[in-house]
């Protein structure tokens, strides 16, 4: 599906026009599209409904409900990760994988 808005911030610009649930929804799969449906940690596709949204820095850390602090996760992923630091457990688990550690620190930069 081709998002309605160009990026996931512009949703939050247009939470005038939409209502708060709808804006939410909106801006939570735009950053599943921007990603191309697929969990940055594993790097498998998913349908858009299997992927969840993990915090990089995750909130019992002081992260933030931020588009920059949010990437598309599978389930087994996020819940793998917890409140670990990503990169440290992405290593531990899937060992170094340059492409996909850019890929996230170019969203989080």
Known sequence: MTPLLPTPD???FNLITMTSPDARRLWRRAI???FNCTCVYCG???????LTLDHVKA?????EDLTSNLVPACRTC???KGSNHWQRWMRSTFGRNHAREQLILNHIS
């Open 10 to 12: 512009h949703y939050l």
């Open 32 to 34: 599943k599209e921007h």
């Open 44 to 50: 498998n596709n998913y349908e858009i409904n299997e």
């Open 59 to 63: 909130k019992t850390n002081g992260g």
């Open 78 to 80: 996020n819940q793998g």
